[in-house]
């Protein structure tokens, strides 16, 4: 018999940023994630050598369902572009080893994403119906990380397990 590792918590998903406070602002106004930690991690510690020799910072964000979203920035070192973004190919995205994207499941498409296109994401495909009860729209966050947009006409049909009652307030 095969052991499982049990997950005892939401998932939590890790990217790495260089603009810190935009990621945060993108995050928190457009998919309602709420500031947990902001934690400096300094460069002489042990912990610090797992990610950036030089250190780093690491916000904790969390989804309205419990997800948290890990944005680790390294410390700036000089000569180092802080505000670029990754130049990415918009198309055939799963192609290429190692991407990965989120997905957010909502309820308006269209309006999650104007919304998104206005605090800073890039339209790599607009919204599209792949079945008839699923379309979705893919973006770039404002650092060039994958987003898919998803919308059920139906997302009990979907996602019998959600209570959907903790639907979080517009900001």
Do not use: W
Not at 36 to 44: F, K, N, Q
Not at 85 to 98: F, V
């Amino acid at each position: 018999m095969h052991a499982i590792t049990p997950i005892i918590a939401p998932l939590e998903i890790g990217l790495s940023c260089r603009n810190m406070d935009a990621m945060v602002a993108f995050y928190s106004t457009v998919f309602s994630f709420r500031l947990i930690s902001d934690i400096p991690v300094l460069a002489s510690t042990v912990a610090a050598t797992i990610f950036s020799d030089t250190g780093y910072r690491v916000v904790r964000l969390q989804a309205p369902f419990g997800e948290r979203l890990k944005l680790l920035a390294a410390n700036e070192v000089s000569g180092e572009a802080t505000g670029k973004t990754q130049q990415r190919a918009s198309g055939n995205i799963i192609k290429a080893a190692n991407t990965s994207f989120i997905t957010f499941i909502v309820d308006d498409i269209a309006t999650a994403l104007q919304r998104a296109l206005a605090h800073g994401a890039t339209l790599a495909h607009d919204a599209a119906k792949i079945r008839p009860d699923l379309s979705i729209a893919l973006l770039l966050d404002p650092e060039g990380n994958y987003l898919e947009l998803a919308q059920y006409n139906d997302i009990s049909q979907y996602r019998p397990d959600v209570q959907l009652n903790a639907k979080p307030e517009p900001s």
